[in-house]
């Protein structure tokens, strides 16, 4: 036997009949690999082959059914030429094959323990999800039987309440309506004491003075309006506390409605099973969030419409006392002020009277005293025309002494006792027209009044007229207490 050559695991021999080596074409099969073409990126998925089995790769390029004799050529070369057998221990080694056959054991019994372990799983978590589905489920049947336990609570304190606000709001409306007709009984006294102003108005100079009618005239159209504005001030609240009520009943009402649809839904929810008809797929349903308030805020809003309602109410009834009081105290305000007018007129008349007596002797002191300021403006007018000459010969000196030469031009004493002397005259004749000018505005004061008095004697019958025939006529009738508290 020929000696060809050995690798590291076995040592190969020619015998010496020709018959003992398969045919080339035969063991081509053998030595092919079954990843023809195989490259660098694909075989790092390959951990066990070993690096020689990349090196042979390489080197053996990709052939086709055409080539496959001159491949076994390249084969026969590498086991027969001595030069060559070096790459014989580029091959897989047994050890590598083993590995590989432990590699998938160990994968197929992980893969089968993993199945296992799935089934086993998925069994007990289809369990756990069915009874998780039926808890879920009564809980919600549940939660939606609480829920419509909180809208009946809430639908009665609704009715109740809105009982309530209706009982108020019939006893407002009463109550405004008799202040709308004591508002309409107080026009007469008013246009009574407007006329008895309006005749008083006819009184001609000094005898338009504001005295005590006239105050006590003012007064009682100052309490009538005052009671009219705080009435419809009161009238004015009662409109918008009906209105206040009505919304607030409105929202109750609302409020109610829309708990009884709610309950209305609720309830047929509630009565709805996995066997019901009517059931479908709402697709995306529980990813939309339409709703609008919380538990905590859906029953604080029907509490806040509940407490609102009250507080409307308590409003409302603290009004209705409130305008009770009112008409009394309005009653009683414009009969006091009607008495101390018709008080007034009484004592007016008499001072009139003795007016006109203490206006004569008036008349004669301004006589008198116009006498003695025209002798004063007399006096005062020559005492500045007194001044005159003085001033001139000041005057003249300053004005010669100034064409005096060089250097005797100088500010001697005589000079500055000149300049104040023009100022001291200028300042006295000043003062002399001011007060010239007082007294002569005195004189045409003390001539005003003089005329004044003349004319108001000639009125004085006419003012007593005014009071007597004209405005206490009027003053005989007024409307009774219970008219002015808006009884007919």
Request: glycine content about 2%.
């Amino acid at each position: 036997m020929e000696l060809l050559g050995s690798t590291m695991t076995a040592t190969y021999a020619r015998p010496k009949t020709s018959h003992f080596l398969p045919a080339i074409s035969t063991m081509t099969s053998s030595y092919r690999s079954h990843q023809p073409g195989l490259t660098m990126s694909q075989s790092a998925n390959m951990p066990w082959r070993t690096n020689g089995y990349y090196r042979t790769g390489s080197i053996i390029p990709s052939i086709s059914a055409l080539q496959r004799d001159n491949l076994d050529l390249v084969r026969a070369k590498t086991m027969f030429y001595p030069s060559n057998r070096t790459m014989l221990s580029m091959r897989y080694s047994p050890e590598d094959w083993h590995k590989s056959n432990q590699s998938n054991y160990r994968e197929s019994e992980s893969s089968r323990n993993s199945a296992e372990r799935l089934r086993k799983d998925t069994v007990r978590l289809i369990q756990d999800k069915d009874q998780l589905t039926r808890r879920s489920q009564e809980t919600t049947s549940r939660n939606i039987g609480e829920r419509l336990s909180d809208i009946s609570f809430w639908r009665s304190e609704l009715s109740h309440e809105i009982d309530n606000m209706m009982g108020e709001i019939s006893a407002l409306t009463e109550v405004k309506k008799r202040l709308e007709r004591a508002l309409a009984e107080t026009e007469g006294p008013l246009q009574v004491s407007q006329e008895c102003l309006f005749h008083r108005e006819k009184r001609m100079s000094i005898d338009l003075v504001h005295d005590d009618v006239e105050k006590e005239l003012i007064k009682e159209v100052e309490v009538i309006k005052s009671c009219q504005e705080r009435m419809r001030r009161h009238l004015d609240r009662a409109i918008a506390q009906l209105a206040s009520n009505r919304a607030a009943q409105h929202e109750l009402e609302r409020d109610l409605s829309d708990k009884v649809t709610a309950q209305r839904i609720d309830d047929r929810c509630h009565q709805l099973r996995n066997t019901s008809d009517g059931i479908s797929y709402h697709r995306g349903i529980d990813r939309l969030d339409p709703n609008v308030s919380l538990p905590d805020s859906w029953s604080r809003f029907t509490d806040d419409n509940i407490l609102h309602s009250q507080s409307e109410r308590v409003a409302s009834h603290k009004l209705r006392d409130e305008i009770e009081i009112l008409l009394n105290t309005t009653s009683n305000e414009m009969w006091n002020q009607f008495n101390c007018v018709n008080v007034a007129f009484t004592h007016r008349v008499s001072e009139t009277a003795d007016a006109k007596n203490s206006l004569q002797t008036h008349l004669a002191k301004t006589l008198q005293e116009i006498f003695q300021t025209e002798m004063l403006i007399e006096t005062l007018k020559k005492a500045i025309r007194d001044k005159e000459n003085p001033l001139k010969v000041a005057q003249t000196r300053l004005e010669e002494r100034t064409r005096r030469p060089n250097v005797e031009l100088c500010r001697d004493n005589p000079h500055h006792r000149l300049v104040s002397e023009v100022w001291e005259i200028e300042d006295t004749v000043h003062k002399l027209q001011e007060r010239l000018m007082e007294a002569e505005n005195t004189l045409q004061n003390l001539v005003k009044t003089k005329v004044a008095l003349d004319h108001d004697l000639s009125i004085k019958a006419n003012s007593l007229f005014l009071d007597q025939e004209k405005c206490m006529s009027m003053r005989k009738s007024f409307p009774s207490t219970p008219r002015l508290v808006g009884y007919t």
